[in-house]
């Protein structure tokens, strides 16, 4: 009962804009609104045939490694920073101002070190993806239990095992709520990575559509990175719930007490 | 130490259950006379310094724990035991003064020391279950699973918590939390235990199963035992010796042997006479010690 409840909210709102849609397209003869079923059609003409290996599968592939860097190197430096006093006080000031730039304008200059390539675009995709994680990360390990610390230090906790049992778990809660931020900002770079001097990618095939007046097929490409985040964040979700269960739980008990 | 040591009577309460109204005759950070002093503390002196000013928090304080001795910490609320405590286990330097541990000075947390804090629900890992807590101590020594599996149920059964080994530590109730960090301070094995007002936060009733609990391990373990508390019943109750604590900046008020039968029960030992004598003789000392009487102060008069 509860899990069609569910199902139910999820859909009632996408069925019931569709319906206006559609409503309001009947009849129209505009070249830039296609209507639901013409944009349904093209969205498989379009996006199942080659399309598909060409532009769809380099941008996802792209998409994960800079989200898997993301996450490794704002969890790696952020528990390294969080855990020295002197390096979080030297680092802090320097990282808030190479986080304040936005990373479509570093995009130019990274094309002229490093070229047009994949590497250009996994690079703009980490650099903008990496600040919510390092910085929760950094906040996570520097707001870490006292009395926990000391339980931990009472026992004789080797470096290793601090890292894995106290220290990673204790900050997870705000390295996942880094991570969910992350994910979408990455999705957004991924496209406008590929935009510039691209030949293939996502991003590149909207704008040549676009460009090329095949208007339904540019809104196919808009819903297909839509589809795409939906998907992400679903998969976030499952991951957060299998990772912080004892989170939850502990949270659940606490607003119940 | 001194000669002092070789008279085993208690140097403020007679045998004969006559007590004594403070007089020189208080020893200033005098120790009890010990068999084998495991733990000693030496002029132990903590001061904070802050942005407002110096705080002495511990002034001077001495005092040994012999091996296998269940002895109580007691003193009014801000008299300085945690920070005691801290500097005992080594998570906290002494100003002045020094900590040692089978003659040998502790400068950070030693081995053969387990401490239980007063707050379980922040010294248990939320995101281990009651097995895992028990045994994260031992897999961090490096003893093998199988033997690990054996002394976890071992430390579980002890407490009497075999039935929740799968639970998280939040699931369970107060009392039951604080079970689970004192198995895995058994588990590990230490010769000297610390407790930190351990049952401060828990209710009544099962404050006095746990006070049982930690006596039956002490005497199965043969483990010596340092039991802070502020609960002037609790540590008459549980403690052959109650050192009580002058209010801040601390030194020892007085050091009471406590010659209760070693068989204690919650309803016959509190009932008892020599209880009743005790516990007043306690609590008039902290009650002396709230309103500022120092030790040092009655040696100065007697000696005048």
């Known amino acids: 009962m509860t899990y069609i409840r569910t199902f139910l909210n999820i859909i009632a709102l996408p069925l019931i804009l569709l319906a206006i849609w559609f409503v309001s397209t009947l009849g129209e003869t505009s070249f830039f609104v296609p209507t639901p079923q013409a944009l ?3 969205f498989f003409e379009t996006w199942t045939s080659e399309r ?15 989200i898997v860097l993301s996450i490794l190197i704002g969890i790696g430096a952020g528990l390294l920073i969080g855990s020295f006093r002197w390096l979080r006080a030297l680092l802090e000031p320097t990282l808030e101002f190479f986080r304040a730039i936005p990373p479509p304008v570093l995009i130019p200059v990274i094309m002229l070190l490093i070229g047009i390539g994949d590497e250009m675009k996994v690079s703009v995709i980490v650099l903008g993806a990496v600040w919510p994680i390092l910085l929760n990360t950094i906040e996570g390990v520097r707001s870490m239990d006292e009395v926990l610390a000391d339980t931990s230090r009472t026992y004789g906790m080797n470096k290793i095992n601090s890292v894995r049992y106290l220290i990673l778990p204790s900050a997870m809660p705000q390295i996942m709520a880094g991570i969910r931020q992350s994910l979408s900002i990455a999705l957004i770079l991924m496209v406008i990575s590929e935009m510039f001097a691209s030949t293939e990618g996502l991003g590149f095939a909207i704008v040549q559509f676009q460009r ?11 819903v297909l990175l839509g589809l795409i985040g939906v998907i992400l964040s679903f998969i976030f979700q499952l991951a957060e719930r299998w990772i912080l269960g004892w989170y939850h739980g502990l949270r659940e008990i606490e607003q119940a007490a | 130490m001194t000669s002092e040591h070789s008279q085993p009577t208690n140097p403020v309460i007679s045998q004969s259950g006559v007590q004594d109204t403070p007089d020189g005759r208080i020893p200033v950070g005098k120790t009890m ?13 903590k001061v904070y310094h802050t942005d407002g000013g110096d705080i002495e928090a511990v002034r001077n304080l001495t005092f040994d724990l012999p091996k296998g001795q269940l002895a109580c910490l007691v003193g009014p609320s801000g008299s300085g035991k945690t920070t005691l405590l801290k500097c005992i286990s080594g998570l906290m330097a002494p100003t002045e003064g020094e900590v040692t541990l089978h003659g040998e000075k502790v400068t950070g947390p030693p081995k053969s020391m387990a401490v239980v804090f007063q707050e379980y629900g922040r010294s248990l890992f939320p995101w281990l279950r009651v097995a895992e807590n028990v045994e994260l101590p031992l ?25 929740v080994p799968k639970s998280y530590p939040w699931q369970l109730s107060g009392g039951m939390q604080q079970r689970v960090a004192i198995a895995r301070a058994v588990a590990y094995k230490p010769e000297v235990l610390l407790m930190d007002e351990p049952f401060a936060a828990v209710d009544a009733q099962t404050r ?21 508390t502020h609960d002037i019943d609790e540590s008459v109750y549980l403690g052959e010796r109650v050192i ?27 009932s008892s006479q020599r209880f009743a004598e005790l516990r007043h003789h306690v609590y008039e000392q902290i009650q002396l010690a709230k309103k500022g009487f120092r030790p040092e102060d009655a040696v100065a008069n007697a000696n005048a």
């Open chain 2, 244 to 270: 009580i604590l002058s209010s801040s900046p601390t030194v020892i008020q007085e050091d009471v042997l406590v010659d209760l039968p070693a068989e204690r029960d919650q309803l016959e030992t509190r």
């Open chain 2, 33 to 45: 006379p010990g068999e084998e002093p495991m733990l000693s503390v030496q002029n132990l002196k």
């Open chain 1, 212 to 222: 090329s007046f095949a208007i339904p097929e540019m809104w196919s490409g808009i």
């Open chain 1, 52 to 66: 598909f290996v060409s532009d769809v599968f380099p941008s996802l592939g792209r998409l994960m490694i800079g």
């Open chain 2, 208 to 228: 006095a199963d746990l006070e049982d609990l930690v006596r039956g391990i002490w005497k199965k373990l043969g483990v010596s035992v340092l039991f802070v």
């Open chain 1, 40 to 42: 349904v059609e093209t």
């Open chain 2, 139 to 163: 897999k961090n020594q490096g003893m093998d699973k199988t033997a690990r599996r054996e002394v976890v149920a071992e430390a579980l059964e002890a407490v009497g918590l075999s039935h």
